[in-house]
Nanobody, 124 residues
Framework: QVQLVESGGGLVQAGDSLRLSCTASRRTFSSAGMGWFRQAPGKEREFVGSISPNGGGTYYDDAVKGRFTISRDNYKNTVYLQMNRLKPEDTAVYYC?????????????????WGQGTQVTVSS
């Protein structure tokens, strides 16, 4: 019932910044916890961070803590991932996900809906 669409990916150089957006198609967005994941070629999908339904709580993986910031605008049904000081190892397809359980963490099984992903490539 909820469709998620990511955008904002692209090719950047190490040290650059990029902002990803994820927009939901339904008005149930405001009650959903949101997460960001990424998957690099040959690697398993890994957790990036999550945000509570009202945006008051965030949780990040140590690999991105201090560089990435998750925010949301419930009136626009959109969650954002601001990525600063990008590194080549950040190269991956980035996915957003929604959880009907509210604010959840790094377990993929706790998310109910997934976007198609957007490619982020960081060159050295």
């Amino acid at each position: 019932q909820v469709q998620l669409v990511e955008s904002g990916g692209g090719l950047v150089q190490a040290g650059d910044s990029l902002r990803l957006s994820c927009t939901a198609s339904r008005r149930t967005f405001s009650s959903a916890g949101m997460g960001w994941f990424r998957q690099a070629p040959g690697k398993e999908r890994e957790f990036v961070g999550s945000i509570s339904p009202n945006g008051g709580g965030t949780y990040y993986d140590d690999a991105v803590k201090g560089r990435f910031t998750i925010s949301r605008d419930n009136y626009k049904n959109t969650v954002y991932l601001q990525m600063n000081r990008l590194k080549p190892e950040d190269t991956a397809v980035y996915y957003c996900a929604a959880s009907s359980r509210g604010w959840v963490g790094r377990l993929s099984a706790t998310y109910d809906y997934w976007g198609q992903g957007t490619q982020v490539t960081v060159s050295s």
